[in-house]
Structure formats: C-alpha cells, structure tokens
C-alpha cells in the first residue's frame, strides 16, 4: 500500500517561475466522494490517464493507490463525474532535495495558485522556498476533493487576479 504524505501552502508570486523543471496540464475529476475516501481520474496532457483511490481522513499523510488506465475510458468517467471538473497546469520545481508541485488553476478556480510537497515520513522538514506563503496544509477547503464537491471559488479565489 502506498502512501501520500505532503504538506500544501499558497504560493506568493511568481519567483517559482524561473525554477520550473517540467509541466503538465491536469482535468482532474471525482467519481466518489466521501468524508474519508474519494476515487478520481485524472487526465495528463490528453495523453496519460489514472484512476486513483484515496483512503483517509488525515490531511498529511492518507492510503493512496493509482493505476494508469486508457484515455478513453478517463473521458468518459469525467463526463460523469459528481461536482466540478478541475482544470489545472501542474509545474514541478526542485528546491533543496524536494520535489514542490506547484497548481496553477484555471476554469473555476482560475487564478488560485497552490504548491504541495511530498515527504517520505511525517517527520520531514523540507526548506520553505521564498515563493511559499501560508500553509493550508490541514485546510480542507484546498482539498482538491472538497474543491470539486463544492464551488468555493469566491471563497478561495478572492482578491486573487483572474486570469486563465
């Protein structure tokens, strides 16, 4: 069983800009979801597709298992996804052994910009890049779960520049 174990911050500026290693563009859709589980698929660049299983209640640390399955059958499960459909360029950035993922929304969440890093244990503590605001780590309402199974785009998005 595999395990996710990350920590999620706002993301200040654009200084992460000059550090990108690579990008994906994600649709990203839940097919279940519940208070301590959610199923999703998950479209990469039109190219690569998961399904991916999410078991817990802990915001750090939860069970997670992914398998690759066909495209067309990840366009078809979107179609019938509960709630909305996330739409999202992800950007990857090195900074001092770890891997950031930093989330450009766009679509309803058009202007939120978050950034996760991933840790082998809880007990990690990786170097907060300059770029990194407040720690969201324990709330839910960045949850790309909770953002799908309801709009808070005001909520969330306030005050942010709207731009796709």
């Not at 979801?33 to 190219?47: A, H, I, K, Q």
């Not at 179609?79 to 766009?106: P, Q």
Request: hydrophobic share 40%; glycine share 6%; aromatic share 8%.
């Amino acid at each position: 069983m595999a395990k996710e174990i990350e920590r999620k911050f706002l993301v200040e500026g654009d200084g992460w800009r000059d550090e990108v290693a690579s990008s994906s563009d994600f649709i990203q859709a839940y097919i279940v979801t519940m208070d301590d589980r959610s199923l999703r698929v998950r479209l990469m660049d039109e190219e690569r597709a998961t399904l991916t299983l999410k078991i817990g209640t802990d915001m750090i640390s939860r069970d997670e298992f992914e398998y690759a399955i066909p495209v067309a059958d990840a366009r078809e499960m979107i179609a019938a996804a509960v709630g909305i459909v996330l739409e999202k360029t992800r950007y990857n950035v090195d900074h001092e052994g770890f891997t950031w993922e930093i989330d450009v929304y766009h679509g309803t969440y058009a202007g939120l910009v978050v950034a996760e890093v991933e840790m082998e244990d809880e007990e990690q503590d990786p170097a907060l890049p300059a770029w990194v605001g407040e720690e969201v780590t324990g709330d839910r309402r960045y949850s790309n779960q909770m953002m799908a199974a309801t709009d808070m785009s005001m909520e969330l998005c306030d005050g942010v520049s709207h731009k796709a």
